[in-house]
Nanobody, 128 residues
Framework: QVQLVESEGGSVQVGGSLRLSCEAS????????MGWFRQKPGKEREGVAV?????????YGDSVKGRFTISQDSAKNTTLYLQMDSLNTEDTAMYYC????????????????????WGQGTQVTVSS
């Protein structure tokens, strides 16, 4: 049984940084698309960034380009990270890790229905 477990989020001030991690277990073969999504109160869940574990190719949502970096553990491709810099209040949301398993990232990188496994979510709060 595949499980995704996100690290604890946190609260930071505008301009600060946070790093989230996601550990996948029960997944020992193949390559796939893993990503980070977020959901703000009263809004639909949206894609933040995705990464193809087979080669490290990435894709970012427009609102986080240049500020967030998605990466995977170089020793094992079952740990996913999201480095978030220059945070602003619009980044406040519940963040979720997800994996397609199977499937690559393209052409539908942010298609929620294609992600079979989801973490429980972790709250990130940015205050001014």
């Amino acid at each position: 049984q595949v499980q995704l477990v996100e690290s604890e989020g946190g609260s930071v001030q505008v301009g600060g940084s946070l790093r989230l991690s996601c550990e996948a277990s029960g997944y020992t073969h193949g390559t796939t698309c893993m990503g980070w999504f977020r959901q703000k109160p009263g809004k639909e869940r949206e894609g933040v960034a995705v990464l193809y574990t087979g080669g490290g190719s990435t894709y970012y949502g427009d609102s986080v380009k240049g500020r967030f970096t998605i990466s995977q553990d170089s020793a094992k491709n079952t740990t996913l990270y999201l480095q978030m810099d220059s945070l602003n209040t619009e980044d406040t949301a519940m963040y979720y890790c997800a994996a397609k398993l199977p499937g690559g990232c393209w052409p539908s990188a942010f298609s929620l229905s294609e992600y079979k496994y989801w973490g429980q979510g972790t709250q990130v709060t940015v205050s001014s």
